[in-house]
């Protein structure tokens, strides 16, 4: 309710929008919610230079109309300044999370996340629901579609009987859809669960129908978080494993960054671990012009493919080519908690990094209190 945070109503957690010019000043700032949490999870510019912003509402009040229970999947649809045009909740009586939006071809929106099977009386996948919630624990991939104006369209749930969180999706030339995130199911839609959490990918129809799925990892913890498409047509994943079999093959300890690249029908090309010998986690993957890729997250590591560490967690940056070759990476942090969350690179081949930090020494120049927002901007050459 201070500092760079302005017309702020009460302490309880807002969505918060920042704007930038090119040389990164700040030039407007507004927060978005109720009396109650709310968190924004994934924003997107639109066709008409708007924005719409996904993540979870508590809050029924305020710039919040509805809500059905805990937490709902809340997308707001804003001005190119800012203003609210729109606003719908999507959710039931537990915790659904809305993790990433996009625009889709027609103009609309597709809103991936997590329901709450537990508590979305009776939902979440028929095949082993047969409706009575209490056969499904865990969670499902949820995927929404809304048209132009933000009514909803279709709504489908895809997973197995224990936890699915989808992270990122984006639309393929046939106007279908790929959703990745982690799995630790065996059953109903997941076919090949390889160990725990594994990366699972899944292809929807342009009408939500899954029309295949995928598991990827080995016999650990496995979880992906972001999807590209590169330029000869495939997809590269990024996540980070604790296994070094099946599909995995090494590991250089605890964690590391993973990158998996496969086909558009899933199956694999190539894969590669990143990392040191302790925590590495990846979060965010962007295509550079060079066709390479740069990918951000977190490290605690100082040895490996980490160059160093200044305490605690901090941001990791790396620079890999189009086979996943090494080119350059960057730590950025002080002693206490900093990471990255998700990265892009402008026109003129600037990369901007977003994430949090709650360092006040080494690279970070100040901390206005507890946990700042965090930008870096570093040329790619």
Request: hydrophobic letters at 35%.
């Amino acid at each position: 309710m201070d500092g760079d945070i302005t017309a702020k109503q009460d302490e309880s957690f807002d969505y918060w929008l920042t704007k930038f010019d090119s040389a990164s000043n700040l030039m407007w700032q507004k927060t978005y919610g109720g009396t109650s949490n709310d968190r924004g999870n994934s924003i997107i510019q639109t066709a008409d230079n708007g924005y719409v912003i996904l993540g979870n509402s508590q809050s029924n009040d305020g710039d919040i109309s509805t809500n059905a229970g805990s937490s709902d999947f809340w997308v707001s649809k804003l001005t190119n300044s800012g203003d609210l045009v729109w606003e719908q909740s999507y959710g039931f009586a537990g915790s659904d999370d809305g993790n990433a939006i996009i625009q889709t071809n027609d103009g609309g929106y597709l809103l991936v996340g997590v329901l709450d099977v537990s508590a979305s009386g009776g939902l979440g996948n028929s095949k082993i629901n047969s409706g009575k919630s209490s056969s499904h624990a865990g969670g499902d991939y949820w995927a929404i579609k809304l048209n132009a104006s933000g009514t909803k369209e279709w709504s489908r749930f895809y997973g197995g009987s224990f936890t699915d969180i989808p992270f990122d999706v984006m639309q393929t030339s046939d106007n279908g859809y790929l959703i990745v995130g982690s799995s630790d199911s065996n059953d109903v839609d997941i076919t090949n669960n390889i160990g725990t959490y594994d990366f699972w990918v899944i292809k929807i129809s342009e009408t939500g129908t899954l029309v295949w799925e995928k598991s990827f990892g080995g016999s650990e913890i496995d979880e992906s978080r972001a999807i590209v498409q590169t330029n000869d047509g495939n997809y590269v994943i990024i996540g980070d494993t604790r296994s070094d079999t099946i599909d995995v093959s090494s590991n250089k300890g605890a964690a590391d960054f993973w990158l998996i690249k496969m086909t558009p029908n899933g199956d694999l090309i190539w894969e590669r671990t990143i990392g040191g010998s302790s925590f590495d986690a990846g979060r965010s993957i962007a295509i550079t012009q060079d066709g390479g890729f740069v990918i951000v997250g977190s490290s605690r590591s100082a040895d490996g493919d980490v160059p160093d560490n200044n305490g605690q967690n901090d941001a990791f940056m790396i620079k890999v080519d189009t086979n996943a070759n090494i080119v350059w990476q960057k730590t950025i942090g002080g002693s206490e908690i900093d990471l990255f969350e998700a990265v892009t690179e402008l026109n003129n081949g600037t990369i901007v990094a977003v994430g949090e930090s709650n360092s006040a020494d080494n690279d970070i120049i100040e901390n206005k209190g507890f946990t700042d927002a965090l930008i870096y901007t570093i040329k790619d050459n």
